[in-house]
């Protein structure tokens, strides 16, 4: 007998299996309830595959996407449709970073303790941080060019502009099957591009902490030099300079011997505290990675990934986050574009809540970049390009190979207590930085400014 | 019986509220269901809490039968019915000498208290007062017992051993089931108010009716039991709390089929009690043993023979109005012929009719479609093997064998594997083979962990809700609290069973109690796994949960060999009081 009681163990172990694959369930249900819940076919919200009522407004209460009594209608202004579309989404639900796809649980209004028990029909009102206009003008500034230009609130972290092109009017959505250009990807939040110049920004912050006698230096600039078995080259030769000119004439050639004299493993901690290989988190959504790595890499491939080059890739909405960093004294605020819900049912109801990151840079480095930056401005961009900005920022021309023009790009912040806006511009295969994305992102903080005053 | 007037008074106190709860029903239904569905859950987790620790806390004492003296002279208590004797340490009765073989002898107590000593193919042979046995031999208190050479001496308890014993092992009776009862009823009531203000003008009474039946009828197999002097009511508490939550399905999806599912439950109940009451013979019980294995396979060949396919399987039989699943029948049956008495196991050590058997059995199933429940009863011939034989060698060949079958099936048959193809990834086809568990997955994530209130939930309306995608609809309806309390409870009821197995008298008893259990727990998570595609959807019923009187009859049917594993004392009707034993 003993033997046998022994084997009814196996009536155990059916049960710990049990217990074990309740407890999986639990851990799906309690990640993924709110996407099952809001499946299209549930009759407990939707009507024919929409919810019966629901709007998507901007931070200024305009409507860019609304449902009433079960029919879909977008924003009457074209140009406002195609700005704010990877924003707000499409019906299709192709583009999987939009609000109608991430907010799913504001939408219908679900909550883990309550399911869809409080789900009204008279819906909720989902405000964006976005600025319908300033999507708009920016939109207009790309004039039909790929790229992404993204401007937040440094000191609260809110979305003011985050548009991508290519784009569509969701009013009349393209076929399926055509060839979109990756209409239905959100460049800001979900791409990740070679940074070129714009890396020295990482690059000087690690030069600053770490080389106690750089702005004593003297650096010398021939146009072109053999580091390793290659060949870096810069534009013109820069002739001799110090520090603060290397970074306002972007010499590839100084930025280069830096690069090799901080080593893989400064390089890759700077580069890791400016969030490349993780990306940052954007109200819920993870942004794509950027990369950054020199295992294996040669004393070339340092020189050229120190001037963002080699393998490096930057995520734009990562990469602002840092410029906004650098900004705020060294503390990144993450950027959101989901502002507030409100709704008749309080429960489903919310607030803007800010995110801040841990520090990142000192404040003294986070101080002197920005100096070095608003330097650039002053020494090379032009101030008069920028009027009435007080702009601390960075050029990038960063090449792409294959017998394409170069992408363009352009990022930066407004030293301002009233408009504290950070923002980045890149325009695909633009060109230089500062002939093609500097005039783009002058437009857009101008439109920014001016909505900011009118709201006020 | 002071807690019986407790209950009166009680009950009296509910009968009086009834009235103001109608009042409040027909102004609000809203507010009913807001406060209802925090209610429930907490209710809910009260019941399963009182019942699993008056089920998993009771200290297991052995019973004493007799006591054997050794030749060292140490005195050995006897704690079961059947005893193995011999030189392995895994014995009931070790004796390490060099003459005993590793397992010599099996000793036996019948129902009578008669002991029979049986020779399982020792070398050195036994010895009953000089008497050499062939086979099996009466052993008297006071014989002494030679097992090739090693003298044991049988000895009786003596009766007033047997009085102490009875005071001391106060700490092996259950706890008091009235209370939970009690909150049982609360919660039948409480459940039959929420489903009224879903319900229709024409099915309210219906509804009210089969609940207060439910109740009622739980009360009077109460009070039938403790006329009995039974104190053991925790795997009938955790029954009638799951069929109320059956009834409530029911009464959700299919209103009309609440007067069916009510009377089903009272012939369930009953052939649980016969079923209890027949097995607490054991001479009677083993007799059975071949009827119930022709019984078995006479079932599915007319299943074969007579069935209907629904939904793919051809598991319905139709008699005139009355239709149902002869497989359900077959489990109680599968097991009953499965289960043996320790000295048969010992005696004759071979699988093969077991086999035999279960592969008619199981291949009777898979011809007829019903792979849910080939797979069940799969289940339950690898525990019943395992338990008799320990043999995992044999076990993990035809495990193998079976799953080679299996492979050979889906590539010659590929329409089975078509039945089957959206599982990992119902999403991709939720309009289609997932369409089921999508759904189920949707409205079990709108319930929230509360739920929506009984009788408010639209997985209902999808076709077999009420039946394979049940889980689902606990969790819309009831919410994930109370869809897993449901799920606990059984796995209360498995451990309950283990806990049993180790102070058995029988291995009768306890392959049988394990191997019903095995198949209960291996049904539900086929039912909850296949719904929330963890694994493939089958259409098997949650026990006593599902729409379906073959399932609930089996359901019950199978806890009776629970029952009958239950040796705490004066805990279960099936197993005989000390002093009905005596005659």
């Known amino acids: 007998m003993k033997k046998i009681s022994r084997r009814s163990i196996v009536a155990a172990i059916l049960s710990v299996a049990m217990v074990i694959g309740i407890a999986m369930f639990v851990y799906n249900y309690v990640n993924d309830g709110a996407a099952w819940a809001s499946f299209p076919s549930n009759q407990h919200i939707y009507t024919n595959g929409v919810i019966a009522s629901q709007r998507i407004l901007d931070r200024n209460g305009v409507v860019l996407y609304k449902t009433s009594k079960g029919k879909p209608a977008y924003n009457e202004n074209k140009t406002i449709r195609k700005a704010t579309l990877h924003a707000v989404g499409d019906t299709s639900g192709n583009i999987s970073t939009s609000a109608m796809h991430v907010f799913t649980d504001q939408l219908i209004q679900y909550d883990l303790l309550n399911g869809v028990y409080y789900h009204h029909d008279n819906g909720s009102d989902i405000y964006l941080t976005l600025d319908a206009n300033v999507c ?129 493993g400064v390089l890759e901690e700077y580069a890791e505290k400016a969030g490349f290989n993780k990306g940052v988190t954007v109200s819920g959504i993870s942004t794509a990675t950027g990369n950054f790595g020199l295992s294996g890499a040669s004393k070339s491939d340092i020189a050229w990934s120190g001037v963002g080059q080699y393998t490096d890739l930057a995520n734009p909405c990562t990469y602002m986050t840092y410029v906004g960093a650098i900004a705020n004294g060294g503390i990144p605020v993450y950027p959101q574009f989901l502002s507030k819900v409100t709704s008749e049912n309080s429960a489903a109801s919310s607030s803007y809540k800010k995110n801040v990151g841990s520090r990142i840079l000192s404040k003294s480095t986070a101080d002197t970049l920005a100096d070095l930056m608003h330097n650039n401005v002053i020494q090379s961009y032009g101030k008069r390009n920028f009027p009435g900005l007080d702009l601390c920022a960075k050029t990038g021309t960063a090449e792409v190979g294959g017998g394409k023009k170069p992408n363009a790009w352009f990022t930066g912040f407004i030293r301002s207590e009233e408009y504290p806006l950070a923002f980045i511009v890149i325009v695909e295969n633009g060109g230089s930085g500062i002939e093609v994305a500097a005039p783009v992102a002058n437009t857009v903080l101008q439109a920014a400014v001016k909505a900011l005053k009118a709201s006020d | 019986m002071q807690f019986l007037e407790m209950m009166l008074k009680a009950i009296q106190q509910i009968g009086s509220a009834i009235p103001e709860w109608i009042v409040l029903l027909v102004s609000s239904s809203g507010s009913v269901t807001t406060v209802l569905r925090w209610v429930m859950p907490v209710l809910a987790f009260f019941i399963l809490l009182q019942t699993a620790r008056s089920m998993l806390v009771w200290k297991k004492e052995p019973e004493i039968w007799a006591y054997i003296d050794l030749p060292n002279g140490a005195r050995l208590p006897i704690s079961h019915w059947e005893n193995t004797i011999g030189r392995s340490p895994s014995s009931d009765i070790v004796l390490n000498y060099p003459t005993v073989s590793r397992s010599h002898a099996v000793l036996v107590r019948a129902d009578d208290g008669s002991w029979t000593i049986t020779d399982v193919g020792s070398k050195g042979g036994i010895v009953v007062n000089k008497r050499p046995v062939e086979g099996k031999s009466p052993v008297y208190p006071g014989d002494i017992i030679s097992l090739a050479g090693v003298e044991i001496a049988l ?138 294995g022709g019984a078995a396979l006479m079932l599915l060949a007319a299943n074969l023979l007579l069935g209907k396919i629904v939904y793919g399987a051809q598991n319905w039989i139709y008699i005139g109005a009355f239709s149902f699943q002869p497989s359900e029948l077959v489990k109680i049956a599968f097991i009953y012929a499965g289960t043996a008495t320790l000295d048969r196991l010992l005696a004759k050590r071979n699988l093969t009719m077991f086999i035999l058997f279960s592969g008619a059995c199981i291949g009777t199933l898979a011809l007829l479609g019903d792979f849910g429940t080939a797979s069940i009863f799969f289940v ?131 392959i049988a109690a394990c191997a019903s259990m095995s198949m209960l727990l291996f049904q539900t998570a086929l039912n909850v796994f296949g719904s929330i595609d963890f694994l493939p959807l089958t259409g098997v019923t949650f026990p006593f949960v599902s729409n379906g009187g073959s399932s609930m009859l089996a359901s019950w049917g199978l806890l009776a060999f629970v029952k009958a594993a239950d040796t705490r004392k004066n805990a279960s009707f099936a197993i005989k009081r000390p002093k009905e034993e005596i005659q």
């Open chain 1, 136 to 264: 708009a003008a920016a939109l207009n500034a790309l004039d039909g060019r790929s790229g992404t230009v993204g401007v937040y609130n440094y000191k609260t972290g809110q979305i003011l502009c985050m548009v991508s092109a290519p784009t569509f009017d969701p009013k009349t959505p393209p076929n399926l099957s055509e060839d979109n250009n990756g209409a239905y990807i959100n460049r800001f939040l979900s791409s990740a591009y070679t940074p070129g110049s714009i890396f020295k920004l990482v690059t000087s912050a690690a030069a600053i902490d770490n080389m106690p006698d750089l702005f004593s230096r003297t650096f010398t600039c021939k146009g072109s030099e053999k580091i390793g078995n290659s060949t870096v080259t810069c534009l013109k030769a820069h002739g001799t300079f110090n520090f603060k000119t290397a970074l306002a004439d972007s010499c590839n050639v100084t930025y280069a011997n830096l690069a090799t004299e901080l080593g893989r």
């Open chain 2, 155 to 292: 000895l009786p308890i003596e009766v007033e051993q047997e009085q102490q014993e009875d005071d001391e092992s106060s700490l092996r009776k259950p706890g008091k089931p009235g209370r939970v009862l009690f909150l049982v009823t609360l919660f039948q009531l409480l459940t039959a108010m929420q489903l009224c203000t879903f319900a229709s003008e024409e099915n309210k009474t219906t509804i009210i009716m089969a609940f207060a039946g439910l109740a009622a009828f739980m009360w009077l197999y109460f009070i039938f039991m403790r006329a009995l002097q039974r104190t053991g009511f925790e795997v009938e508490t955790i029954a009638f709390f799951l069929t109320t939550l059956g009834f409530s399905v029911v009464a959700s999806a299919a209103p009309g089929e609440l007067g069916k599912m009510f009377f089903v439950t009272i012939m369930a109940v009953l052939i649980f009690v016969l079923l209890g009451w027949f097995l607490r013979d054991l001479e009677r019980a083993k007799k059975a043993r071949w009827f119930m």
């Open chain 2, 380 to 510: 339950a011939f690898v525990v019943i093997a395992f338990m008799r034989s320990g043999d995992l060698a044999t076990i993990s060949l035809i495990c193998a064998g079976t799953g080679f079958a299996g492979m050979l099936a889906v590539r010659f048959k590929p329409y089975i594997a078509k039945r089957f193809s959206a599982w990992g990834h119902v999403w991709a086809y939720a309009s289609t083979t997932g369409y089921q568990q999508t759904r189920t997955l949707m409205y079990a994530a709108s319930g929230g962990l509360l739920g929506l209130g009984a009788g408010n939930g639209l997985l209902k309306h999808i076709s077999a809700a009420d039946t394979d995608l049940v889980f689902g609809i606990l969790c819309e309806e009831w919410g994930l609290i109370v869809a897993i309390i449901a799920v606990c409870s059984l796995v209360c009821l498995a451990i309950f069973t283990v806990r049993c197995a180790s102070v058995g008298r029988s291995s009768f008893y306890v």
